[in-house]
Nanobody, 119 residues
Framework: QVQLVESGGGLVQAGGSQRLSCLAS????????MAWYRQAPGKQRERVAI???????NVQDSVKGRFTISRDNARNTVYLQMNSLKPEDTAVYYC?????????????WGQGTQVTVSS
């Protein structure tokens, strides 16, 4: 089992930057995918960025060039660096961990952290 705790959210002005952190309760070396999702009011949750155990990363087109995901295995932490923030980035941001064993898969979520971008 993995507990995930996000931090770093808050209020920021448009054009500003913010870094979210997700601290896992155990080593993330064996976790296949660490990802950030977000959910804006009235909208479905969407994946923003993902980091795989193999070292590859991918971000959603709408945040490409502005958001970066990174993974510090030594600190059991995943980061989401958000630059050039826009009001439409306002959402609750969730950390997600996914891995699979033969015959089973595991999907864990943090409690979420609110990011509000003012215009």
């Amino acid at each position: 089992q993995v507990q995930l705790v996000e931090s770093g959210g808050g209020l920021v002005q448009a054009g500003g930057s913010q870094r979210l952190s997700c601290l896992a309760s155990r080593s993330i070396l064996s976790i296949s995918n660490m990802a950030w999702y977000r959910q804006a009011p009235g909208k479905q949750r969407e994946r923003v960025a993902i980091s795989t155990r193999g070292g590859s990363t991918n971000v959603q087109d709408s945040v490409k060039g502005r958001f970066t995901i990174s993974r510090d295995n030594a600190r059991n932490t995943v980061y989401l660096q958000m630059n050039s923030l826009k009001p439409e980035d306002t959402a609750v941001y969730y950390c997600n961990a996914f891995y699979a064993d033969p015959g089973a898969s595991y999907d864990y979520w943090g409690q979420g952290t609110q990011v509000t971008v003012s215009s």
